[in-house]
T-cell receptor, first 111, second 110 residues
Framework: DVKVTQSSRYLVKRTGEKVFLECVQD?????MFWYRQDPGLGLRLIYF???????EKGDIPEGYSVSREKKERFSLILESASTNQTSMYLC??????????FGSGTRLTVV | QKEVEQNSGPLSVPEGAIASLNCTYS??????FFWYRQYSGKSPELIMF????GDKEDGRFTAQLNKASQYVSLLIRDSQPSDSATYLC??????????FGTGTSLTVIP
């Protein structure tokens, strides 16, 4: 069974902390994505990657960075967490041309 | 800006009825179209995809695509309470990055 695993289901962090969200896929997918999902705003793309060490900004990259040192792992970094980054974060991966497989999500609360 | 529009609902149908979910998109170059189902508190899961004009059936689900009208729909026949969820339409022009609608909330009433 193919899987995209996100390291934490729920996370509470303090304002100003550096936060790491990890995503690992076991399907040998080239493409990996980070989205955040907020009520009424839908899924918004933060960053994506089509290859190891490659990264591209999505629609809302401000305040975030990413790392993809290995094909199976794509990490999202909140450089200095703020309360407006409280959200559900979803990682997804895919082969080109195929639909996404999503991870189970990380609900991050910044206090 | 590549836009995907969905009626947010909520859409309510009685058990056993047909639920019709609609989606329009702005990018005429879009090639692939996907429907995801998302239960409350869960992540989206892929239920259907369609590439060509016309209908594609999979069990109780039928996806319909009309590229000339830039319109894609999902029909759910014999709706069940377990179909109650938010349905997301996703469109891609390149096969790599997808653009999502904000979703339609469906409630199937027993």
């Amino acid at each position: 069974d193919v899987k995209v695993t996100q390291s934490s289901r729920y996370l509470v962090k303090r304002t100003g902390e550096k936060v790491f969200l990890e995503c690992v896929q076991d399907m040998d997918h080239e493409n990996m994505f980070w989205y955040r999902q907020d009520p009424g705003l839908g899924l918004r793309l933060i960053y994506f990657s089509y290859d190891v060490k490659m990264k591209e900004k999505g629609d809302i990259p401000e305040g975030y960075s990413v790392s993809r040192e290995k094909k199976e792992r794509f990490s999202l970094i909140l450089e200095s967490a703020s309360t407006n980054q409280t959200s559900m974060y979803l990682c997804a991966s895919s082969f080109p041309g195929n639909g996404y497989t999503f991870g189970s999500g990380t609900r991050l609360t910044v206090v | 800006q590549k836009e995907v529009e969905q009626n947010s609902g909520p859409l309510s149908v009685p058990e056993g009825a047909i639920a019709s979910l609609n989606c329009t998109y702005s990018d005429r170059g879009s090639q692939s179209f996907f429907w995801y189902r998302q239960y409350s508190g869960k992540s989206p899961e892929l239920i259907m995809f369609i590439y060509s004009n016309g209908d594609k059936e999979d069990g109780r689900f039928t996806a319909q695509l009309n590229k000339a009208s830039q319109y894609v729909s999902l029909l759910i026949r014999d709706s069940q309470p377990s179909d109650s969820a938010t349905y997301l339409c996703a469109v891609t022009p390149t096969g790599n990055q997808f653009y999502f609608g904000t979703g339609t909330s469906l409630t199937v009433i027993p």
